[in-house]
């Protein structure tokens, strides 16, 4: 699609590659990048053949509209759907060499009668509910798996839990649900079912909680370059691989009195130079960053003025020289030694990063370099 509007997100696989490579440094065991939500807003086709390059060979996806997706552009990984799927998608999970995770009987027994049909073996993961609330094996945990692993057709490939707290500082909790998940894993073996692979770590539990790492990793926002809690140092180095941009569209101004955008929430005490940026909600720029906000002119912080629009955006840009129409401005990223991460946007919207990144809409094109 043509790009006639000046907005755009850029993507950096440069620096996508080395977080990966940072990763690689707090684990031996094999990794398998969240790609998920089309890689957090950054692409997950491009993300994939970029990882895929570095030998990465296994990755995550949330449904199965985003598997078939990659499967479309990549036969050669493995794609593991985490989050629920329907029983009555069996044969297309099983014809595609997808992975699902199961966590009810019915849904394997659909399996193991899709893969009699299509005369082939289906691959699971079952997913244990250690003391994340969601979905997942519980009570009868032991009992429903045996029955799982007896299904024809079927090969219980690996068995994972989500952590709930693996981003605090007290981890009392996630050593609760590892104790949980070891137990029954070990139960199952002396049942004589040997699962061969174990995940439980999250991008947090990875960099700081080691024994979590079994045989299988699951990095989602750390790869993108933003840890996923304050109390971990950015001594890490992992480098956020995002940036938004936009080019101001117009430039006006007004005088005490007057105002800017929908319900006058912001009105002039002064002559104020106003730029209208090409950008706003509809794009992914939070509403809630109105008269709170700043974007980067020059190197300059410009703060956002009256409420962000559907589709454009108001910037005081009074005390920056020289500005012009078709100026750069920099809305996430860095502009000279001025820095706007995520995770401002994020404080700012009482939200956190990883919703400011998938919040960004497929109207704004992905544009990608490797620095």
Not at 88 to 96: A, F, H, T
Not at 228 to 246: I, N, R, W, Y
Request: glycine fraction near 8%; include cysteine; proline fraction near 4%.
């Amino acid at each position: 699609m043509a790009n006639f509007r000046p907005v755009w997100a850029e993507i950096d696989l440069g620096a996508l590659k080395r977080n990966y490579q940072r990763l690689q440094k707090f684990t031996d065991s094999e990794i398998m990048p969240v790609v998920k939500a089309d890689a957090y807003g950054h692409g997950a086709v491009e993300v994939v053949g970029v990882l895929r390059k570095l030998g990465v060979k296994r990755f995550g996806v949330a449904f199965l509209e985003e598997a078939l997706e990659l499967r479309k552009h990549y036969r050669d990984i493995s794609i593991m759907v985490i989050g629920p799927t329907l029983p009555e998608y069996s044969e297309i999970l099983v014809q595609e060499e997808i992975i699902p995770e199961i966590f009810q009987v019915e849904q394997a027994e659909a399996l193991s009668q899709a893969a009699i049909k299509l005369q082939k073996t289906a691959r699971l993961h079952v997913k244990i509910d250690t003391g994340m609330g969601r979905i997942g094996f519980k009570d009868n945990a032991l009992e429903d798996i045996q029955r799982i692993a007896r299904l024809p057709g079927i090969f219980v490939e690996g068995i994972y839990t989500h952590l709930a707290t693996a981003d605090s500082k007290d981890l009392t909790y996630a050593f609760e649900q590892l104790r949980i998940f070891d137990d029954l894993y070990q139960k199952l073996k002396t049942k004589s079912i040997n699962i061969p692979l174990r995940h439980a770590a999250n991008s947090a539990a990875i960099l700081q909680l080691p024994t979590s790492h079994y045989e299988l990793c699951r990095p989602g926002i750390v790869l993108y370059g933003l840890l996923p809690m304050e109390h971990f140092g950015q001594e890490a180095g992992f480098e956020p691989v995002m940036s938004l941009k936009a080019k101001i569209a117009h430039l006006k101004t007004i005088y005490p009195g007057e105002s800017v955008s929908y319900g006058r929430t912001f009105i002039a005490e002064q002559p104020t130079r106003v730029a209208t940026l090409p950008i706003g909600y509809a794009d992914g720029l939070r509403r809630s960053l109105s008269n709170r906000g700043d974007v980067l002119i020059k190197g300059q912080r410009a703060p956002i003025i009256g409420k962000i629009c559907m589709d454009q955006t108001m910037v005081d840009v009074s005390k920056i020289e020289g500005v012009k129409v078709g100026d750069e401005v920099t809305l996430l990223g860095r502009d000279g030694s001025e820095v706007i991460t995520a995770d401002e946007l994020a404080e700012h919207c009482d939200t956190i990063s990883y919703e400011i990144f998938c919040g960004f809409s497929k109207r704004v094109p992905r544009i990608y370099k490797d620095s």
